[in-house]
């Protein structure tokens, strides 16, 4: 079994079934699965084999979903690749994944031509939306000039199905790989957690370079024969009216787009969202008070789950049905097992803090290239998250934060989120973030970046203030800086790296 298999299956069993709505086109499951063979015929006949990676750096179109079962279905690697990475950055993957194509589009094209020199390894590249001219061949070619041939090349569930880049916020990006039985693990953890039925619709408008839009938002819906709404940038307002266009019954998103839905509620009432079932977040903590402000503008639960790439990447998620804990990623998905540890690697009692280990089938291979940054992550048998958290009595977990971001105030432990959970309750605050910062006298001490509701003003002093009424005084901010927005990832993090830059060489 195969996950390229698999698109075939639900392809013989919902033939004619709307699999994808983008923009103003449909695709069914037969023109997806015929669309795969013909793209994946091509690069076989241009010479990808078993287990040679391929690079995918595309938006959410179509094309991307064609091109990451198109490899797969060669037996190759799909090394997806964020759109919004520079010429640098693309250089790095491309020479660190050794890949020998890559399928990209016209906007991207030049940037490729400027850095192919410097990448040995490049040989071809297909353009979406370009021209055939010597080693690039246009994309739409391919699909009016191949035949769908049956050209499935069998692979171990054990083999690579895609190379994913972490998010580099310690570093250099190491690449994720994870294996076909990782990918379909997980899929159908998710599955029969959140029991999905074939008549859903998924919003997608997670990056789907990214292993949550991946998982979540493709594999997921394709897997159960439901349908997929690709929306390929986000904006709060469009997203919005496609949810109500196209009926879509689930949505999946990072907190701060729960953040965005909030801020245009008036703009969006004549929308009618009642298809909207079920909301699922993950990414990034979900703050508390972000959560119950949107449950209650909008009359749909979120549940919340939550995972890294190299857990293919659900781990953990509260249920649809059944008892849901609002603050906590929920439980461990089915088959995969959660413990918490202390820096021996000691199972700590239930309740305590201590860093965040899975095991189960989900779990990746390793990284790409790195013998042992894949020793220190997989020791034990247990991939080590670098998330610290907590398990009460009912096995939910509640993720306190990351280990890089905990802050020792004079010996003493200060977990950000705690803080920015407070912050939060304050009625002016819409967004926080909080750091470590350099003090003379207890090492460290917390500074918080604070972003106003729209119309709102506030001293930072009241902000600490309100911190001071509910926090251990060692825990309470020392300095409050008022930003108009936080610096994120292109996954929707707070990067937090760039704050304590920014803290470092005093411009912010």
Known sequence: MSISRLLRESAAKYPEKTVCYFEDKTISYQMLDQNVSKVSAYLQKA?????????????????????????????????????LFKGE??????????????????AYLPMIESIWKYVPSLEKAVVVGGE???????????????EPVDCDVEVELDSVAACLYTSGTTGRPKGALLTHDNLIFDAYSVIEHIQVKDDENYSCVLPLFHSFGQTV????PIFSGASITLIEQFRPDTVLKEIADKKVTIFAGVPAMYGAFLSVIKKI???????????????????????????????????EGNGPT????????????????????GIP???????????????????????????????MKGYLNQPEATAEALKGGWFHTGDLGRMDEDGYIYIVDRKKDMIIVGGLNVYPREVEEIIYQHPKVADA????????????????????????????????????????????????????????TSTGKVDKKVLREAETLGYL
């Open 47 to 83: 010479g990808l084999s078993f287990q040679d990676r391929a690079a995918v750096l595309l938006p959410n179109r179509p094309e991307f979903i064609e091109s990451y079962f198109a490899i797969l279905r060669c037996g190759g690697i799909a090394v997806t690749i964020n759109p």
């Open 89 to 106: 950055e693309v250089k790095y993957i491309l020479n660190d994944s050794q890949v020998s194509m890559i399928i990209t589009n016209q």
């Open 132 to 146: 055939s001219n010597g080693d690039t061949i246009a994309y739409e070619d391919i699909i009016s000039s191949m």
């Open 217 to 220: 938002c493709m594999l997921v």
């Open 269 to 303: 009432k004549s929308y009618d969202l009642s298809s909207l079932k079920l909301c699922f977040s993950g990414g990034a903590p979900m703050p508390v008070e972000l959560m119950k402000a949107f449950e209650e503008e909008y009359s749909v639960v979120i549940i």
């Open 310 to 329: 190299e857990t293919s990447p659900v781990s953990y998620c509260n249920p649809r049905y059944g008892l849901r804990k609002p603050g906590s990623v």
């Open 333 to 363: 998905i089915p088959g995969v097992f959660v413990k918490i540890v202390d820096d021996n690697d000691n199972q700590v009692p239930r309740g305590e803090v201590g860093e965040i280990c899975v095991q189960g089938r989900n779990v």
């Open 433 to 488: 973030a909080v750091i470590g910062k350099q003090d003379h006298l207890r090492g460290e001490v917390a500074k918080a970046y604070v972003v106003l509701k729209e119309g709102e003003s506030v001293e930072p002093r009241e902000i600490i203030l309100h911190c001071k009424e509910k926090l251990a005084n060692y825990k309470v901010p020392k300095e409050v800086v008022i930003v108009e927005a936080l610096p994120r």
